[in-house]
């Protein structure tokens, strides 16, 4: 029998994010799959909005570790606090969410607890009485499914794979874990974020809408000439109406590292594709972008999918879109944002 | 970027002075050439890639990012140095390095070893770092170890993290971006976090684990003459290439595909532009 641990750090604020409600959750039906126990541990400068929230999600034991050290994202401190809870716990399954802090260190816990860790997990269910996860392998090009002997076995959950934990607060008081925190885990501090400008915010998750700019809003057009200035015009009145998530090809973003004329809200940070993200929206519209296999492996998670392009026989007409419009995207996206705008 | 006077200096490519030279590590792996299909086919040891040693490879292009900046932040920081550590079967990463060497100047540390997505991260993490501990005149307190945050074939942001662990290494970073550093040997680093944002640090020096997300500096363009100076060394260490055994220790997959993904795609044309944008713009609108 697997002994399940929930484990998740808190936000600034005490509580838990989406995403590790929906680990949450994949623990929640683990737990009822195996018929074995289920634990919940917190870390962070504050834990009991934390725990509260989701008392009344059936875990057995409420673990935690608090204090001013654990509020910032850093390595040393988080992965400290994980291994405590973990060997706290004597969990044999641990499910957590591939939030940009848990995945900086559940590598490095497993390492310390002689376990072994799988990410960016899709789903975790239960096959002859032992659980079987489910990831993708290749930059989301296969899937495969295993199991694993050795434990504890950590799972981190890939954000959007299952629906959040709902349920009533309560009031729980958590088990404090006391660890010491020295010098060498000191040796780097946290400064802030950085944070783009709300008009330069142009990553959306939560979108309805994945726009994907390609290269080609940056070449000559018909008259022979560039019309860098008037794409971006045409792209920013168009997130601004339709409130989508900017994409980038790799080709375009690269042009923008080269301080070429091109797009200046499109950084690397856009980019999507084999060296880029693979976001998760119910639709995606690509405009000057030829749809190549290396782009669109980014494409795993978006539902429909339709593109603009002057080439009928580019990778989106091969079966990457369910719509290929071939036309003339400048003119096609004014038209778009004309008849946004009206309504 | 967002970036200091400090970080615009040194893209700038101002020498800086420091009292404490970095010996930078790349770990890097080849990766079948994304333009590729790909298909699983299982093998004697679990799952494989159809023809995978047939398969054009190129070095891992996360990982090739961590390259091009540890290059040149041993260019910048006088009297450090750059060894690239990379496990794959001896003759791809031959072929892989016909390519590489001749993008920057670097010392191959080679381990004859699978590179496939399906191998085991600890013991190829266990591997490397073995391989990383026997390089001549290493000084692990002056290690940064640099590598891709997530592999083309694995992704899994695993491996660079386990062989931090195995080498004792405490102040790890993910989703690099940038490094700074500053006189004394510490330095800044931009993180990549949720929400298109990135976190700023400052680690008081090395040695520490930075896992590279795309960073800020263009492909190198292929030099010849790095090309050959960089050959002569590359050769005798692929020779030397310790070989390194990977077992599936206690890892089973049930399943391994490739789902479908063909798509009836639909293809407009010889059609007016308004029709077209009303089209999108009811799509859009539609729940």
Redesign the interface.
């Known amino acids: 029998m697997d002994n399940i641990l929930f484990l998740a750090h808190t936000e600034a604020d005490g509580t838990l994010n989406k995403t590790a409600l929906e680990a949450l959750s994949s623990a929640v039906d683990l737990k009822q799959a195996l018929g074995g126990t289920l634990d919940v541990a917190l870390y962070g400068a504050q834990f009991q909005p934390a725990a509260n929230s989701i008392a009344a999600c059936g875990a057995t034991r409420f673990l935690a570790v608090c204090g001013e050290s654990f509020a910032a994202?850093?390595?040393?401190t988080d992965?400290a606090a994980s291994e405590a809870l973990v060997r706290a716990s004597g969990a044999t399954i641990v499910i957590g969410a591939m939030?940009?802090?848990s995945?900086?260190?559940m590598?490095?816990v497993a390492?310390?607890v002689s376990g072994?860790?799988?990410?960016?997990v899709t789903d975790v269910t239960a096959?002859s009485g032992a659980p079987?996860v489910t990831?993708?392998?290749?930059?989301?090009?296969?899937?495969?499914?295993?199991?694993?002997?050795?434990r504890p076995w950590i799972l981190l959950l890939d954000p959007g794979s299952r629906p959040a934990w709902k349920g009533e607060p309560g009031s729980v008081t958590p088990q404090l874990i006391d660890v010491p925190v020295g010098d060498?885990?000191l040796?780097?501090?946290?400064?802030?974020?950085?944070?783009?400008p709300a008009d330069q915010?142009?990553?959306r998750?939560d979108a309805d809408?994945l726009f994907v700019a390609g290269a080609g809003w940056t070449k000559k057009q018909k008259d022979g000439q560039t019309h860098v200035p008037e794409a971006e015009t045409i792209i920013v009145d168009f997130l601004r109406s339709?409130k989508a998530s900017l994409g980038g090809s790799k080709s375009l973003v690269?042009i923008s590292?080269?301080n070429q004329s091109t797009l200046h809200f499109m950084?690397?940070?856009?980019?999507v594709g084999?060296?880029g993200s693979s976001p998760r929206h119910p639709?995606g519209?690509a405009a000057c972008c030829h749809g190549?296999?290396?782009h669109t492996?980014g494409w795993?998670f978006i539902g429909?999918?339709?593109a603009?392009n002057l080439d009928?026989n580019c990778g989106?007409?091969?079966?990457?879109?369910?719509?290929?419009?071939?036309?003339?995207a400048f003119?096609?996206?004014s038209?778009?944002n004309?008849?946004?705008r009206a309504? | 970027?967002?970036g200091t006077a400090l970080t615009r200096n040194f893209r700038e490519g101002h020498k800086l002075k420091m009292s404490t030279p970095f010996q930078v590590v790349v770990c890097a792996s080849v990766?079948?050439d994304?333009?590729q299909t790909?298909e699983?086919v299982t093998g004697p040891t679990g799952?494989a890639l159809k023809n995978e040693m047939m398969l054009p490879a190129i070095l891992d292009?996360?990982a090739a990012?961590a390259l091009y900046e540890g290059a040149n932040l041993v260019k910048k920081v006088a009297g450090s140095a750059l060894w690239l550590v990379s496990m794959a079967p001896k003759a791809k990463l031959q072929q892989v390095m016909m390519t590489v060497a001749q993008k920057v100047p670097l010392q191959l540390v080679a381990v004859d070893g699978p590179s496939s997505?399906?191998a085991d991260?600890?013991q190829t993490a266990t591997a490397l770092a073995t391989a990383i501990r026997n390089i001549p005149g290493i000084d692990l307190s002056k290690l940064l170890l640099f590598g891709g945050w997530e592999s083309?074939?694995?992704?899994?942001?695993?491996?660079l993290?386990?062989v931090?662990?195995?080498l004792g290494i405490?102040?790890?970073?993910?989703?690099v971006?940038a490094i700074t550093p500053n006189d004394d040997g510490s330095f800044?680093v931009?993180?990549?976090?949720?929400?298109?944002?990135?976190?700023?640090?400052?680690?008081?020096?090395a040695p520490a684990v930075l896992g590279w997300?795309?960073g800020?500096?263009?492909e190198p363009r292929n030099d010849p003459q790095v090309g050959m100076s960089n050959m002569r060394a590359i050769m005798p260490a692929l020779q030397r290439a310790v070989a390194a055994k990977i077992t599936a220790?206690?890892?089973?997959?049930?399943?391994?595909?490739?789902?479908k993904?063909?798509?009836?795609?639909?293809?407009?044309?010889?059609?007016p532009?308004?029709q077209?944008?009303?089209e999108?713009?009811q799509?859009?609108?539609q729940e």
């Not at chain 1, 950084?267 to 980019?271: G, I, R, S, V, Y």
């Not at chain 2, 083309?152 to 491996?159: E, L, W, Y």
């Not at chain 2, 931009?190 to 976190?199: C, S, T």
């Open positions: 994202a850093r390595f040393a992965a939030t940009s802090r995945a900086r260190v590598a490095a390492h310390r072994c860790v799988d990410t960016h096959v079987a990831r993708w392998f290749y930059r989301q090009r296969i899937e495969g499914s295993l199991t694993r002997t050795q060498s885990l040796r780097t501090s946290v400064k802030g974020l950085v944070t783009p915010q142009t990553i998750p809408l339709s690269d590292g080269e950084t690397h940070l856009n980019q084999q060296t639709k519209l190549e296999e290396p492996v795993r429909e999918r339709r603009i009928p989106w007409a091969r079966g990457k879109a369910d719509v290929l419009y071939v036309a003339d003119e096609v996206m038209k778009v004309v008849l946004l309504k | 970027m967002p990766v079948p994304p333009l790909l699983p799952p292009p996360w990012h997505g399906f991260a600890q083309a074939s694995r992704s899994a942001g695993v491996t993290q386990l931090g662990e195995e405490v102040d790890q970073f993910q989703g971006d800044e931009l993180e990549r976090v949720e929400g298109a944002r990135h976190q700023v640090s400052r680690c008081a020096g997300a795309t800020s500096l263009g220790d206690g890892l089973q997959y049930a399943n391994v595909a490739t789902p993904q063909q798509r009836e795609t639909r293809i407009v044309k010889d059609t532009a308004d077209i944008a009303s999108i713009v799509w859009i609108k």
